[in-house]
T-cell receptor, first 113, second 111 residues
Framework: DTAVSQTPKYLVTQMGNDKSIKCEQN?????MYWYKQDSKKFLKIMFS???????INETVPNRFSPKSPDKAHLNLHINSLELGDSAVYFC????????????FGDGTRLSIL | KQEVTQIPAALSVPEGENLVLNCSFT??????LQWFRQDPGKGLTSLLL?????REQTSGRLNASLDKSSGRSTLYIAASQPGDSATYLC??????????FGTGTSLTVIP
């Protein structure tokens, strides 16, 4: 009965590959997010998305793209992986409205060889 | 551009002590400020969210304050317990729907 679940938990792959990370939430939330946490533990938002609006952090390379098949899922697709993409990626969700707390998944640790 | 700073980076206290964690931000035009805890290998757990019109929020032993004009927030933890050991992060949401996180304070409560 995990609220926000991400798969896989660990992902090891080679530079240049294309990979996807899946995220599902069973909280009935309207908004989902992707974050990147680097090796220094600094957390940075990448995207926030609901069925009306996608907000992209301008610093995110266009190799990263969110894909949402339905309200409960927001997958992260990454093309042409680079060494600098190694990080922990967190998915989160919240109810609509700006003052709603976010609920986080446990993260996906991506390692690029 | 908004910058969020947390001091100290690490803190170690004996069990039972009251403690204060600090968060400062450079742009006072915020929508809200949220405090999270992160346990090793886990995601973030939301502790308290303070809207821009509010000055404080309380939940159990936790109290968070917000002073927008000075760009500061504090998280007060009363009667600390070993289970409080974690990294505490503050995050600012601006009016443009962007989020900015501090680098966190790693708290260790010694039994």
């Amino acid at each position: 009965d995990t609220a926000v679940s991400q798969t896989p938990k660990y992902l090891v792959t080679q530079m240049g590959n294309d990979k996807s990370i899946k995220c599902e939430q069973n909280l009935g939330h309207d908004t989902m997010y992707w974050y990147k946490q680097d090796s220094k533990k600094f957390l940075k938002i990448m995207f926030s998305y609901n069925n009306k609006e996608l907000i992209i952090n301008e610093t995110v390379p266009n190799r990263f793209s969110p894909k949402s098949p339905d309200k409960a899922h927001l997958n992260l697709h990454i093309n042409s992986l680079e060494l600098g993409d190694s990080a922990v990626y967190f998915c989160a969700s919240s109810r609509a409205g700006g003052n709603q707390p976010q609920h986080f998944g446990d993260g996906t640790r991506l390692s690029i060889l | 551009k908004q910058e969020v700073t947390q001091i100290p980076a690490a803190l170690s206290v004996p069990e039972g002590e009251n403690l204060v964690l600090n968060c400062s931000f450079t742009d006072s035009a915020i929508y809200n400020l949220q405090w999270f805890r992160q346990d090793p290998g886990k995601g973030l757990t939301s502790l308290l969210l303070i809207q821009s019109s509010q000055r404080e929020q309380t939940s159990g032993r936790l109290n968070a304050s917000l002073d927008k004009s000075s760009g500061r927030s504090t998280l007060y933890i009363a009667a600390s317990q070993p289970g409080d050991s974690a990294t505490y992060l503050c995050a600012v949401r601006d009016t443009g729907n962007q989020f900015y996180f501090g680098t966190g304070t790693s708290l260790t409560v010694i039994p």
